[in-house]
C-alpha cells in the first residue's frame, strides 16, 4: 500500500481495493465481484442496493470478513482482511463487527436478552453480567418488558431490534446488515431503519445495508447500487436528522418522518 | 458458550425426547439381551458354579460339557486320592431322570448324587427343612423353581413323595439352586441312594470332585491328575468356561442373541444417529450465524458434542434404569430368576453408547465446520 493510499484508508474505517470474487462450482465459473474500489467513512449509513444477484451480499460478506476476495484487498479498521489467518479473523469480527440478519437467526431457545447477550458470551464475559448488560440494551432500544420473551413471542419488528441490540452489544465499530428490512411491515421497517440511522451517527460507527427495499433509500446517507459485480452508481443522501430523537433510540412512530433528498456523487 | 449448547438441545422438548428416547431405547436393547445371553449361557454351568466346597473336577477324558460324562470305574477315585497334591476327593454324580408324581404326571429331573458320609457338592442355602435330613432313607432335596415347576401353585410342604425309576423319593427339603440351562428341577439325594433311582448300569458315578493340599496350585494338581490317571481333570473355572465354551460353539444362542444385540446398536444408532444429525442440520443456520459472530469451529465442535453427551449420558441412564427395573421386576418370575443386569454388560453398552453418539456427533458437526459462515447471509 503506498503512502497516499494508506492516509486514505486511515480516514476510512472501510477501504476496498480492486476487490474481485469467483465462485467455482464444478466447471462453472461466476464472477461474483468485479473489481470494487470503494471507502466507507464512520458515522456513516451506507446502503447497498441492486437486483438480486449483484454481489451485494457477497461484498458484505467480504468486508465482514466472512469471506476471502479472489483478488483485491479489503481494510477494515486499519487491518487488512486477506491477511489475516482463520483464527484471527474470528477473533477480528468477534471484536469489531455487529450482524444483523434478515431473518434475525434468533437462537428460538433463548430469550430476547439470552439472545442479546450471545456476542459478549462468544467474548468470554459471565453469563449473568453478559445477560444484564442485554437487558439494559434491549430498554435502550425499547423492549422493556419483552427480555423474556423468546423470539416466536415477539413481533417480527421486535425480533429485528432484538437482533440489533445483539449485533450492538459488544459495541462493534461495523454493522453489518442484511435485508434487515426485508421481513418487516413498513411501520416495523420504518422504526428499525431509524435505529440503525441513529446507531451510525450517534456512535460515529459504520453501518452497511444490503437492501432491495426502496422505502429505506431515504435513511441512508449513501447509497451504493451496484449491478453485475460493479458499482453502478454511488449516491450521497442530503438528509435533516434532526428527526432522530436524542438520548433515546427507541423508535418514535412516524414511518416516514426522514425529510431528505438524493443528490448523485460526481 | 456451553450454555447456549445446552439451551439449544433442551429449548426442541420434542426433539430433545427423541433423542433421549433413541438413546435409552437402543440402550434397553443391548443391555437386556447382553445381560440374558450372559445369563442363559451362565446357566448352561451352573451346577459348576453352585458346587463351593471342592476346587477340582475330575471326569472321563472326553466328556465335552457338564451333561454329557460318562461313568468312571469306582476305583478312579482311589487313583485320584493317590495323587500327589490332592487333599481330598469324592464322588459325585450328576445325571438326568424322570419323575412320576402322585397325579400320574411326568417330570424330566437333573439328579445329583452326593458323597454319603460327607455330602459334598449339598446345596449352600436351604428354604425349608434340614440338609441333614438328606441321610434318612430314600430322601431328596428339590430346588426350589424345581418344586413350582413339579408342584405349581402348591405351598411349600416337605413330606411330599414321588417316583424315581419306580422308587419312593421322599422331599425332605427345598433349596436355593441356580437355574439350569434347561430350567429343569435340580434334586439332590446321596450316591447309595442314586444307584436305586437310575436305571442299572455298570459305572453311575461320572464326576471325581477333589481339592487341592494347602498350597498348591490347583492347575499343577490337575495336570498330576491327568498324567496319573489318564482322566480329564479341571479347575472350577476350566469347567465352567468348557462347558459354556461348549454350547458358545455347538447351538444358534450366540448367533440369535448376537443379532438381536446387533439390531439393537443398529436401531439405536440410526434413531440416534439420524435425530441427531437433523437436529444439528435445522441448527445449521444458528451455527452459522454463531460463526459469523466469532465463534471458532474448535468451540462449535465441543457445544456439538457436549449436546451428544448431555444426550447419550440421559439416554444410557434412562435405558439402563429400564434394564434394571426390568430385571427387578422379573426377579420373582421362576422361569427368569437369576438373571440381572451384568455389570459388564452395562459397561460394554456404555461404550456402544458412546461411540455411537459419538460418531453422531462427529457426523453432524462435520457440516458445521465445513459450514461458510457467509452462508447465514443466504436467505
Known amino acids: ?266 | 458458550m456451553n450454555w447456549v449448547a445446552v439451551r439449544m438441545l433442551v429449548g426442541d422438548t420434542a426433539k430433545y425426547v427423541g433423542l433421549v428416547f433413541g438413546i435409552s431405547f437402543a440402550t434397553l436393547l443391548m443391555a437386556q439381551q447382553i445381560s440374558i445371553f450372559v445369563g442363559i449361557m451362565a446357566r448352561t454351568a451352573s451346577q459348576v458354579t453352585d458346587i463351593r466346597d471342592a476346587s477340582l473336577w475330575v471326569m472321563d477324558n472326553k466328556t465335552r460339557f457338564i451333561d454329557e460324562a460318562p461313568g468312571l470305574p469306582d476305583n478312579d477315585l482311589h487313583r485320584v486320592r493317590g495323587v500327589a497334591g490332592v487333599a481330598w476327593a469324592v464322588h459325585l454324580y450328576k445325571g438326568q431322570v424322570t419323575a412320576r408324581l402322585a397325579d400320574g404326571n411326568y417330570r424330566a429331573l437333573v439328579l445329583f448324587g452326593l458323597d454319603d458320609s460327607t455330602l459334598i457338592g449339598a446345596p449352600q442355602e436351604m428354604v425349608l427343612g434340614q440338609l441333614s435330613d438328606l441321610r434318612q432313607p430314600d430322601a431328596v432335596v428339590v430346588d426350589k423353581a424345581g418344586y413350582e415347576y413339579m408342584w405349581p401353585g402348591e405351598p411349600y410342604h416337605i413330606g411330599r413323595e414321588f417316583q424315581l425309576n419306580d422308587r419312593r423319593a421322599k422331599l425332605v427339603g427345598i433349596c436355593k439352586a441356580s437355574a439350569p440351562f434347561t430350567t429343569l428341577p435340580v434334586v439332590y439325594t446321596r450316591l447309595s441312594t442314586v444307584r436305586g433311582f437310575v436305571p442299572q448300569q455298570r459305572h453311575i458315578v461320572n464326576y471325581i470332585l477333589a481339592e487341592p493340599d494347602a498350597g498348591e496350585d490347583p492347575v499343577d494338581v490337575c495336570r498330576r491328575i491327568e498324567e496319573s490317571t489318564g482322566l480329564m481333570a479341571l479347575t472350577k473355572r476350566q469347567f465352567f468356561w468348557k462347558t459354556i465354551g461348549y454350547f458358545l460353539q455347538t447351538t444358534g444362542i450366540p448367533v440369535n442373541f448376537g443379532i438381536t444385540i446387533a439390531l439393537g446398536f443398529i436401531v439405536g444408532a440410526a434413531i440416534t444417529g439420524q435425530t441427531f444429525y437433523l437436529f444439528t442440520l435445522e441448527n445449521l443456520k444458528q451455527f452459522g450465524a454463531l460463526k459469523a459472530m466469532g465463534v471458532t469451529n474448535v468451540r462449535i465442535l465441543g457445544m456439538v458434542l457436549l449436546q451428544a453427551l448431555i444426550v447419550g449420558g440421559l439416554g444410557y441412564g434412562v435405558g439402563i434404569g429400564l434394564t434394571a427395573a426390568f430385571f427387578e421386576s422379573t426377579k420373582n418370575i421362576t422361569h427368569l430368576a437369576g438373571l440381572y443386569l451384568n455389570p459388564y454388560a452395562a459397561i460394554g453398552v456404555g461404550v456402544a453408547v458412546l461411540a455411537i453418539i459419538s460418531l453422531s456427533a462427529l457426523i453432524a458437526s462435520i457440516k458445521v465446520l465445513v459450514l461458510e459462515p457467509a452462508v447465514v447471509f443466504r436467505g
Open chain 1, 1 to 266: 500500500m503506498n503512502a497516499v493510499a494508506q492516509l486514505n484508508s486511515s480516514r476510512f474505517s472501510v477501504s476496498c481495493r480492486g476487490i474481485t470474487k469467483e465462485f467455482s462450482t464444478g466447471d462453472t465459473k461466476t464472477l461474483a465481484l468485479r473489481g470494487i474500489d470503494m471507502d466507507i467513512a464512520p458515522g456513516e449509513l451506507t446502503l447497498l442496493a441492486g437486483p438480486s444477484g449483484c454481489g451485494k451480499t457477497t461484498l458484505i460478506s467480504v468486508i465482514a470478513g466472512l469471506l476471502k476476495p479472489t483478488q483485491g484487498d479489503v481494510t477494515v479498521l486499519g487491518s487488512s482482511l486477506i491477511h489475516m489467518r482463520g483464527g484471527a479473523l474470528v477473533r477480528f469480527r468477534a471484536q469489531h463487527i455487529g450482524f444483523v440478519f434478515q431473518q434475525y437467526n434468533l437462537l428460538p431457545a433463548l430469550t430476547a436478552a439470552e439472545n442479546a447477550a450471545v456476542p459478549l458470551l462468544i467474548a468470554g464475559r459471565p453469563r449473568h453480567a453478559a445477560i444484564a448488560a442485554a437487558r439494559r440494551q434491549l430498554e435502550i432500544l425499547g423492549l422493556e418488558g419483552r427480555t423474556e420473551f423468546r423470539p416466536n413471542q415477539l413481533s417480527g419488528g421486535q425480533q429485528q431490534r432484538v437482533a440489533i441490540a445483539r449485533a450492538l452489544i459488544h459495541h462493534p465499530s461495523i454493522l453489518v446488515c442484511d435485508e434487515p428490512t426485508a421481513a418487516l411491515d413498513a411501520v416495523s421497517g420504518s422504526q428499525v431503519m431509524q435505529l440503525l440511522t441513529h446507531v451510525a451517527i450517534e456512535a460515529e460507527r459504520v453501518v452497511i445495508i444490503v437492501t432491495h427495499d426502496h422505502r429505506v433509500f431515504q435513511y441512508g446517507h449513501r447509497i451504493i447500487h451496484l449491478a453485475d459485480g460493479r458499482i453502478e452508481k454511488d449516491e450521497r443522501n442530503e438528509w435533516d436528522a434532526s428527526h432522530l430523537s436524542q438520548g433515546n433510540v427507541a423508535p418514535s412512530s412516524s414511518p416516514n418522518s426522514a425529510g431528505c433528498s438524493i443528490r448523485k456523487v460526481d
